[in-house]
């Protein structure tokens, strides 16, 4: 037993364990060498009692550590490893690992324990540390979103317990990524930080918060009741509330998408998923806005994915074909130009329109390549009709928001028509004014200037109908400005208002030296009403519908004898039809 208790001590000296011995006759502890001090306890280095040991145990540790010992004295273990926090003199707990064994009398009555204590406090800690990184998100100290999951499958199981309700709220900050762009990283950061304290701030007791990731934050609220709406909203306004950064005064708006189980899914993956899709229509509806789920947004995210799915097969198959509407001149009859619109061939429904996949156009890559697919068939169609001496004046493509995201837009644009050998005079390219707004306003002017410097025309498409500003007009290359189809369809009258907004448009252009092209023209009484006013162009059903590539030719050859005799600005013997082409 010597032997075997000074092997022990010398281990012990090695691995920093502290060696115990004790009596169970005397019910008192002694250490089996030197020591100053018991944690701190310099009282108990010449040996305790076990009501003084007992006494320093962890409140919550105490029943288990009592258990060990009751088996130990009925017989029932000779040896035992427990763990249990210990107060230490400064009053921290300390970890402790305890492992022994017991030595029995003649009959089997316990007399002495020997073992030995282990500090384990630094590989708990780490372990804790360890924990918290799984389930905690660095950055802003909120849980994450394994740590939100499991927490929505818990509440989820007491709500069937108590037949009660639950919430999710999902949302995210407006602009995140303008904040990024405009302010850095660090400010983008300091957001996230600020969003996830004010929430913590404005919670309820019982609810629970987390970050999903990037700028996307989560919210459980059990026990959901008709006080949910009105406390959501609360939160919201807290946590979107302006906050200065670097003396930057920055905005924080945030849309949210509320789902209640069990209404709007029958577990977690589902309600989960409910108040994204809740999220995904308040942003496309209106920044800022809370939308809760409804069983039609299903619906609309399965039209969407399925555009989407329908747009990537036309794309990777070849199915996306340019079709060409006329413009002709009001003063001459000629043709001054085709338009070129996007058709795609559906496997069973045939030849569609381009709103059949219109989410397509809102979705980054699918758009760019679109765009680079159209602008490829139009250039070839283009140097076709060249090399075939058709004289079919510019052709008009459109350009969306998403093609001047990338700064290559202008250079994608005229690589191609420099390796086809094509003058850029032939060619025109139409925007919205929403191109104007936002952050890539520097973006899109440099790529509208060199494609303008090139000899591009640049058309400002639907003017009138969203944000019309005339300074867009004295700020960024535009030689033409299209009056949209929904002001032409309503030319019946001079005195209408439409009648009004039309003439000013033409007035101004007039003025700016910008030529004006009239959407939509179906109808004689429409045209006589832009040749007063002395519209420069129009296109419409009246001249002629989308064609496809091949009946270009046989337009182009026919129209001067349908143009044949007329006087077109202001005419009066004007033909019933122009033709279909």
Known sequence: MRDSEERYRLASRATNDLIWDWSHITDRIEWADSVESIYGHVEAAAGVDMEWWRAHIHPEDLASVDATWAAVHGRRRDSWSHEFRFRAADGSYVHLL???????????????????????????????ELRRAAYHDVLTDLPNRAHFAARLEQALAAARADDTRVGVVVFDVDNFKAINDSLGHGAGDTVLRAVAQRLSAGLPPDAFAARLGGDEFAIILPGLDESASALIRRLLEAVGRPMTIDESVVEVGVSAGAAVWPADGNDAEAILKSADLALYTAKARSAGDVESFHPELRDAVETRNSMLRDARDALGEERIFPFYQPKISLASGEIVGFEALLRWQHRERGLQPPGTIHAAFEDSALSTQLTDRMLERVLRDLADWQEQGYETGRIAINGSPVDFRRDDFAERILSRLHALGLPARLLELEVTESVFLGRTAETVERALRTLAGEGVTIALDDFGTGYASLTHLQQFPVDVLKIDRSFVSRLGSTNSADFAIVHGVIDIAQRMDIQTVAEGVENETQLDRLCELGCDVAQGFLFGGALGAGRIGAFVRGWPQARQGYCWQGASNRPRSFGQG
């Open 98 to 128: 305890s492992r022994g064994y017991v030595l029995r009398d003649e009959h089997g009555r316990a007399r002495r324990s020997i073992g030995a204590l282990q500090d384990v406090t630094q590989a708990r800690r780490a372990e804790a």
